[in-house]
């Protein structure tokens, strides 16, 4: 693994099952990020871990849900799939050290499409 | 509210150059970062400003004026492959990353 990946790649899946997107870094980084992109909305914050074994809430965390048990995973669940959710999610990560310094290197993305 | 302001699409032509604006109003200021990301794959980092001035790397430059809340995005001698969305991006007081709807720049032969 080189960076961060993210599986599946795609996804239709019907309304009400759940779903767990996958996120793996291979860099260290102690921060990881959820965001869902959609037309015209730009990159929006789902939750975020600072470190491994916490989490936090973005800007749109109702329906989904984060665990972060190691450093390198940061899977995402739908618990109950709705059709508002249909999007396209990528997952990134940053190295926060003291300075504050934060890009974020982002994975690939998934396609999910809920009907 | 925290809110960043970037035109949804531009267009230019091949060899010209393009400047790109953001405007922003955010709870406190960390740095702002510019992001390419072509159509159907990830957004890769450009550039990052947390002092007045401007920042150059080759055919792309970045300028920040912290006091009038703006940045712009230059990209010289446009080529064909810079047909992407742009995104600006400002870290907040939390470190958090907020994201602009991004700038579609379309080039034209």
């Known amino acids: 693994i080189a960076g961060i990946t993210q599986a599946p790649t795609s996804q239709i899946l019907a309304a009400g099952r759940r779903m767990t997107l996958r996120c793996t870094q291979d860099?260290?980084?102690?921060?990881m990020y959820w965001y869902r992109q959609d037309l015209g909305l730009g990159l929006r914050l789902i939750h975020y871990?600072?470190?491994?074994?916490?989490?936090g809430k973005g800007e749109v965390p109702d329906g989904y849900s984060v665990s972060r048990a190691n450093t390198d995973d940061f899977p995402l669940t739908l618990a109950s799939a709705v059709p508002s959710q249909t999007s396209v999610y990528f997952c990134?990560?940053?190295?926060?050290?003291?300075?504050?310094?934060?890009?974020?290197?982002f994975g690939p993305g998934t396609r999910l499409t809920v009907l | 509210g925290q809110n960043i302001d970037q035109p949804t699409e531009m267009t230019a032509t091949e060899g010209a150059i393009v400047q790109i604006n953001c405007t922003y109003q955010?709870?406190?200021?960390?740095?702002l970062f510019w992001y390419q990301q072509h159509a159907g794959e990830a957004p890769t980092f450009l550039s990052y400003n947390v002092l007045d001035g401007l920042e150059e790397k080759g055919r792309f430059s970045s300028f920040l004026s912290r006091s009038k809340g703006y940045s712009y995005l230059l990209l010289k001698e446009l080529q064909m492959k810079d047909s992407a969305s742009y995104l600006c991006a400002v870290s907040d007081s939390n470190y958090q990353l907020i994201w602009g709807a991004g700038t579609k720049l379309i080039i034209k032969p």
């Open positions: 990134a990560s940053s190295d926060r050290g003291t300075s504050g310094y934060n890009e974020q290197f």
């Open positions: 871990s600072n470190t491994a074994g916490t989490t």
């Open positions: 860099m260290r980084h102690n921060a």
């Open positions: 955010t709870s406190g200021f960390n740095g």
